[in-house]
């Protein structure tokens, strides 16, 4: 005796009422605190880059730097040195 594979359907899956799950309360906090961690450290890289570039401001003024000058990994200003 041969069963035919190909005409043959599963049966139906019951369909029941969705349920509404909720996370344990220490996974709950736990999930506020990772993203409380995570804009704490957008907000620090912000500030970070605000300091960089405010530094940047103040050499550029200090030394009279134009966008084709440099500031070498060594601290040589390379004047003309910028590549465009």
């Given at each position: ?53 405010n ?5 550029v ?24």
């Open positions: 005796m041969s069963v035919d594979v190909e005409n043959t359907t599963p049966a139906p899956m019951p369909v029941s009422a969705p349920t509404t799950e909720f996370l344990s309360d220490t996974d709950r906090h736990a999930l506020e605190m990772a993203k409380m961690k995570r804009a704490l450290a957008a907000s620090n890289a912000e500030a970070v880059e605000l300091a960089y570039n530094l940047i401001l103040q050499f003024m200090r030394y009279r730097l134009t966008d084709v000058d440099m500031i070498s990994e060594t601290g040589q200003i390379v004047r003309g040195g910028a590549v465009k």
